[in-house]
């Protein structure tokens, strides 16, 4: 296994920055608020071409207005970070739990797979049950558009992140904003965001055998 300063330092490798330098946040509202960090993760390829064929990728049935439907993406979880197929996921939620303050021990990842996969205004609900969160997602592979806009109405926010650039949602966004990933038809390439999640802030017990 690598070494754990590498996946910090090592130059032209798969590496994230813990100081988090780029970051530059911008207010939602008077309790919300987004974060873009471009660049977080360099080499991020390397870690998209393990994530493509390592990670037990499903596709699901939803319902929606008494509609049931095939999602347009693929997903998957993972309860505990023991069990994730790269170690630098375990290295980027210890540097995203320091920076935060929040502690992630669960993942969740999405692969769009070209610009006709996506998905509509949603909140995260069953992993933000408190008040205020903090949700750190991830980009790797094509550049997608990451829109917000207000639950109550109004215009929406468009962000476009690039492979390596992690946006991070906080305060009383998964409250009082929705976020979503539209259709791109241009968009050929694949996608895959990770959504680091916590037990605290979903208020969900975590297993001893899992710790």
Same mark, same amino acid.
């Given at each position: ?61 939803? #319902? +929606?207005?008494?509609? &049931? ?6 997903? %998957?979880?993972?309860? $505990? =970070?023991?069990?994730? !197929? ?52 991830? #980009? +790797?592979?094509?550049? &997608? ?6 639950? %109550?109405?109004?215009? $929406? =926010?468009?962000?476009? !992140? ?50």
């Amino acid at each position: 296994m690598r070494q754990q300063e590498d996946l910090f330092s090592s130059p032209g490798a798969l590496a994230i920055d813990p100081t988090f330098a780029s970051a530059r946040r911008t207010a939602l509202d008077a309790t919300s608020w987004v974060e873009l960090v471009p660049g977080w993760m360099s080499g991020s390829e390397c870690l998209f071409d393990a994530l493509a064929t390592a990670v037990p990728w499903s596709q699901h049935y939803r #319902t +929606l207005f008494e509609q &049931r439907f095939l999602e347009p993406r693929l997903t %998957a979880e993972y309860r $505990s =970070l023991q069990r994730v !197929p790269h170690d630098m996921l375990t290295a980027a939620a210890a540097a995203l739990s320091k920076h935060y303050g929040v502690e992630y021990d669960s993942l969740w990842l999405n692969l769009y797979r070209n610009g006709d996969d996506s998905t509509g205004w949603h909140r995260d609900r069953f992993s933000c049950r408190k008040p205020e969160c903090i949700v750190p997602v991830l #980009t +790797l592979g094509a550049t &997608r558009r990451f829109q917000l806009k207000p639950r %109550a109405g109004g215009p $929406s =926010l468009s962000f476009a !992140p690039n492979s390596g650039d992690l946006i991070v949602m906080g305060g009383r966004c998964q409250q009082d904003w929705v976020h979503g990933v539209p259709k791109w038809p241009e968009v050929i390439e694949p996608r895959i965001s990770l959504n680091f999640q916590s037990s605290m802030q979903a208020g969900r017990q975590r297993k001893l055998a899992e710790r």
